[in-house]
């Protein structure tokens, strides 16, 4: 059980700021996750923390411990990689056992660690093939089993999902979150895929560019972004433009939507009194009620049209001269050019300094 | 000067040569005429009008991706530079004028594209050097430290100084003459440019006996343009001849194509001298095409002297071209040329414009080989006994009675090692900027493959058979000659004769085992050296992310390819008798005191390096980083993870490395027959077979066929160990 924390941590390849003054703080037994676009740093990051880069500036902590300099093979992280990064030439037992056999444990006890190693990846009795014998699922798992074998302090995984197929993917994400309770490891987790961050993670990072955008639960991450970047990142939602005319107390404004005409009570990250507003709703957001009952945040609107996706409904509804995208339970029926009213939860939008 | 590229191209690269050419006659019309103005004037417009003409818009891309104009350009930079620097007049001078508007170009184009990047390179992120070294070394541990010092330290030292102290002494020059004496010698004298000749025919009919004899010999215009001509046209020959031979075998299937296919690659088992002995005898008064014309025009066809040797050098590297354009053309993904039948082109149309543009790049690596194999070959200039060539005027010092150097042949080699190097280079940016044929989708296909006419089938069998059938000749005559089924003296076949007695005697004879037995220890032990250095240069090249000094050790360690065998073996010959003055390594202590084995083992791995790395490299790129990332993480040290992950990964690529650079340095003949010459008792297997034609004595040819013999078993047990027991592909030559 590790404490890691990032001090405005800058790493520079060449013209380009891979990691742009960093600081973030992951907790014991976190799971933790970076999100963002693919070259926005996220696993630079996590490389720093494993140790194969050193940071032009700033610190990296393991507890209380500055590891900044130290290197790889002394931090005692394990790195499960994208591509798996199994040996081919080694069975799995040596794939496993490579790192006990470094920290000189005796041959009994490794072949009891290995044994217990596969057994909690659920994949027992593939001892002695070679990796390019196994699935691609199989092989995540002894990846995931050698990482976890040398009980380390901390397990980084970069993307390990990625190289697998959609339905394997939402097995592993199962598999690999219930481990990390059971285990209760700190754990980094690199991903672009925003269902895996939402429903794995304990604590998402997004990043763009170098920089840590956001980092909050994926609850609040989801309903209140911070910036249309984060907004349009982890998503669909809907972005309207409005001013502030009030305050009712630090985390709600008033705001007077102009594409609605309406006025409106929404959370807020806070710092903002007056001025132009970005409202940032998500097609989730939208409730749909029987009548115009005297409640706050109430639009009228048109549905335009509407598709049935299995799960859900989406519509698209004219209020205004405002075109919104919306989701509504797939038990609801809605016709088009049928008048609705929707009601939007205050702390189920977020409205942004434009 | 953005417009150069943005906006519509006012000017092409011709315009430009026809400015120069302008100018050229301007001058000409100045000298005769005795008018001094106009070789300023002409000077001026070759200058001014280039550079206005660039910043208006001129082709400048083109003569970046053109591989001849880029070749030009470079060319053209050194001639110039040398013509004004020796101060050369007449017609040398107006070629240089001639050419200077492209020098100019590309002068302003590099400055300005280099502005530009500077420019960009000004918004870098500021950070102190200090933090930059200090993340650089974090990620470097004392083992690779150590692999880039070794690495570098050596290619220095055994390749760097021994060419740099070389082109020191080409500057020696006798007292009260220029230093530049040596060059302006070999630009200026007859022996090596003669560009008026007295008349001296190229072939003539001479009776040989009562024999009418059309001997063809071929030009001499000097040292210096013999040795051009002659490569030149091996390469032009060569490469139509691979392209003709690699697109029928691969695009066609017809009745025996495969054994066409094996029989197509016998010319590339080496056996150094007794294949060119061979071809002169094929190419005798008594060889089977005289056999042929005498029946129809009453007289028999030598050939000789330089075209000996174009003809010995043509047979030999041209199934160099041929692998890699049958390479290239496999490499072409069908549904490129079927877009083009699909849009209406099609026979020669669809391979001018598709096909061989598309395969190209591949086919220039190899005709570049070719170019610098010929340049440096001693092999037929020996056995014709060609001396007015570049290689052999070079490899004549070292058997000079006083076995000392002179600078001028310094001064030669440098020439050599120039042009060979300058047509490398251009060629590999050529090619490094056009390899697109490997572009597409991934993912295998099935090469296109047709079924051939009867037409087809009549050229194949008529024309493709008998000419490959022909250039496997040599290697067939050295296995006749060996085992005594052939006359030595022309082409008279008696197997009935057959015997294995001079096989036998390369082992019994001791005075004759000494040879192959130096050869194998030498090649042991050399690639012993090359395999280890390739190994710590390789992952140091593949692993250190500090660009300039690890570009910097790929282009040292694949260069060697470039370099001539006699470069190296003058730039030894000069670093051992300037650093090791008076030593046993001196190579000028003489024939019982100077140790050769050193010097020869050092030349060979340094030499043949470029084989055994390529092969190395090639496995290092497969291993993923993360690979040794994983065990760094798990704890391990890097020297774990190099000695236990990496190396055991690699290892059949190691190995087969390891066997090819053993069949190149055993059948290396460069550095072996002029190194070797200083001290014959320690020479190799090639001095000896070299040796057939000292004084014209004869009696000892069979002896050297069966070294070609052992030559060829050698090879054929590497290619079957690293294609069948390694499951890698053997790099031939140039492939």
Redesign the interface.
């Known amino acids: 059980m590790t404490r890691i924390k990032l001090e405005n941590v800058?790493?520079?390849f060449g013209?380009t700021?891979a990691v742009d003054n960093v600081s973030l703080e992951i907790n014991e037994g976190e799971f933790f996750t970076i999100i963002g676009p693919s070259g926005c740093g996220k696993t630079t990051t996590l490389r720093i923390i494993?140790g194969?880069?050193?940071?032009?500036?700033g610190k990296i902590y393991f507890d209380d411990q500055d590891v900044t300099?130290l290197?790889?093979?002394?931090?005692?992280?394990?790195?499960v990689?994208?591509?798996y990064?199994?040996?081919?030439?080694m069975t799995v037992y040596d794939n496993i056992a490579?790192?006990l056999r470094?920290?000189k444990v005796p041959e009994e006890e490794i072949k009891k660690r290995v044994k217990w190693a596969l057994e909690l990846v659920d994949l027992e009795g593939v001892e002695k093939r070679y990796p390019l014998q196994l699935s691609g699922g199989q092989q995540q798992r002894v990846a995931l089993a050698?990482a976890l074998v040398?009980e380390p302090n901390v397990l980084?995984l970069d993307e390990p999902l990625s190289n697998l197929d959609a339905k394997l993917r939402v097995e592993m994400r199962e598999e690999i979150k219930s481990l990390q309770k059971r285990l209760k490891i700190t754990t980094v987790y690199v991903t672009h895929d925003q269902l895996e961050a939402l429903s794995m993670s304990d604590r998402i990072a997004v990043m763009n560019k170098g920089k840590v955008l956001q980092i909050d639960t994926p609850t609040n991450l989801y309903f209140k972004p911070n910036s249309l970047f984060v907004a349009s990142f982890l998503g669909r939602s809907n972005v309207l433009e409005g001013r502030v005319t009030g305050t009712l107390d630090n985390s709600m404004v008033r705001v007077y939507v102009d594409q609605l005409d309406k006025e409106l009570i929404i959370y807020t990250h806070g710092g903002i009194e007056t001025g132009k507003v970005h409202v940032v709703i998500r097609p989730e957001s939208f409730e749909l009620v029987e009548d115009l009952v005297d409640r706050d945040n109430i639009i009228e609107g048109i549905i335009e049209d509407s598709m049935f996706l299995g799960d859900k409904i989406e519509a698209r509804v004219i209020s205004g001269p405002a075109k919104l995208t919306i989701y509504l339970p797939n038990k609801t029926i809605v016709r088009q050019g049928q008048k609705v009213m929707l009601h939007i939860p205050p702390d189920r939008m977020v409205a942004l300094p434009a | 000067m953005a417009n150069a590229t943005n906006t519509t191209d006012h000017y092409k690269i011709r315009d430009l040569l026809l400015v120069g050419l302008i100018g050229a006659v301007l001058y000409y019309i100045g000298v005769n005429y005795n008018i001094p103005d106009l070789d300023l004037i002409a000077w001026i417009l070759a200058i001014i009008i280039p550079i206005s003409m660039y910043k208006r818009g001129l082709d400048v891309e083109k003569l970046k991706y053109s591989f001849s104009l880029s070749f030009l350009s470079i060319v053209s930079y050194l001639y110039v530079f040398m013509v004004l620097l020796l101060r050369l007049p007449g017609i040398p001078k107006a070629i240089s004028i001639l050419l200077t508007p492209i020098v100019v170009v590309s002068f302003v184009y590099s400055v300005d594209t280099y502005l530009k990047k500077r420019k960009t390179a000004r918004q870098e992120i500021k950070l102190p050097f200090s933090k930059k070294v200090k993340a650089t070394l974090y990620s470097l541990d004392t083992l690779v430290i150590a692999f880039l010092v070794i690495g570098t330290v050596m290619l220095v030292v055994f390749l760097l100084a021994p060419v740099l102290i070389m082109l020191w002494n080409a500057f020696i020059t006798p007292p009260g003459t220029p230093f530049y004496e040596n060059f302006k010698t070999i630009f200026t004298t007859r022996k090596y440019i003669r560009l008026i000749t007295f008349g001296e025919s190229p072939w003539s009919f001479q009776y040989i006996g009562d024999e009418k004899v059309l001997v063809i010999t071929g030009v001499n215009y000097g040292v210096l343009l013999n040795s051009l001509i002659n490569s030149v046209i091996v390469t032009t020959v060569a490469t139509i001849l691979g392209i003709i031979v690699a697109f029928v075998l691969a695009r066609y299937r017809f009745p025996g194509k495969t054994f066409l296919r094996i029989l197509a690659l016998v010319p590339l088992f080496v056996t150094p001298f007794i294949n060119s002995y061979v071809i002169k005898i094929l190419f005798s008064a008594s060889g089977p095409i005289s056999i042929i014309t005498k029946n129809l025009f009453g007289f028999a066809v030598q050939i000789d002297s330089l075209a000996g040797v174009t003809i010995a050098q043509i047979m030999a590297f041209y199934p160099i071209v041929y692998l890699n354009a049958y390479a290239s053309f496999l490499n072409i993904d069908p549904s490129m040329e079927e877009q083009a039948e699909n849009l209406g082109a099609k026979g020669f149309k669809l391979f001018s414009t598709v096909t061989l543009p598309l395969a190209l790049p591949g086919i220039a690596a190899g005709s570049i080989i070719v170019f610098i194999f010929s340049l440096e070959d001693l092999g037929a200039p020996i056995v014709f006994q060609e001396r007015r060539l570049m290689s052999y005027l070079i490899y004549s010092g070292f058997t000079s009675e006083t076995g000392v150097i002179s600078p001028e042949l310094a001064a030669l080699g440098f020439v050599m090692l120039f042009l060979a190097v300058v047509s490398f280079l251009s060629i590999k940016n050529y090619v490094g900027m056009r390899s697109y044929a490997m572009i597409s989708r991934g993912g295998r296909w099935k090469p296109r493959e047709r079924k051939l006419g009867i037409k087809g089938l009549l050229v194949v069998y008529l024309i493709l058979l008998p000419l490959i059938i022909w250039t496997a000749m040599p290697q067939i005559g050295v296995v006749l000659l060996a085992f005594n089924m052939m006359s030595p003296t022309g082409f008279y076949i008696h197997p009935e004769q057959a015997t294995p007695t001079y096989f036998l005697e390369l082992f019994q004879n001791p005075n004759i085992f000494i040879y192959i037995k130096n050869t194998i220890t030498y090649a042991l032990v050399a690639v012993f050296i090359a395999t280890t250095l390739s190994i710590i240069i390789g992952y140091a090249v593949s692993r250190v992310k500090i660009r300039f000094i690890t570009s910097a050790l790929d282009a040292l360690s694949t260069i060697p390819i470039a370099i001539p065998g006699l470069v190296i073996a003058l730039g030894y010959y000069f670093f051992f008798a300037t650093l090791f003055k008076g030593t046993p390594l001196d190579p000028t202590s003489g024939p019982t005191v100077f140790q050769a084995w050193i010097v020869l083992i050092i030349a060979y791995s340094i030499r043949k390096l470029p084989f055994v790395v390529r092969s190395v490299f090639a496995g290092f790129q497969q291993v993923h980083v993360a690979l040794e990332e994983a065990a760094l993480n798990l704890g391990a040290t890097r020297r774990k993870v190099v000695f236990g992950i990496v190396l055991p990964l690699i290892l059949a690529y190691i190995i087969s490395g390891a066997i090819i650079g053993f069949i190149y340095i055993s059948t290396e003949v460069s550095t072996s027959i002029t190194i070797g010459s200083l001290r014959s008792d320690q020479a190799p297997m090639t001095y000896y077979m070299k040796n057939i034609y000292i004084g014209g004595q004869l009696a000892g040819i069979q002896y050297v066929a069966a070294m070609g013999v052992l030559l060829i078993l050698f090879q054929l047990l590497a290619i079957l160990i690293v294609i069948l027991g390694l499951k890698q592909s053997y790099a031939f030559i140039g492939a």
Request: charged share 20%; hydrophobic share 40%; aromatic share 16%.
């Open positions: 800058t790493k520079v013209n700021i494993a194969f880069e050193l940071p032009e500036q300099y290197k790889p093979y002394h931090r005692n992280t394990a790195m990689f994208q591509n990064a199994l040996w081919p030439h490579y790192g470094l920290r050698r040398v980084l």
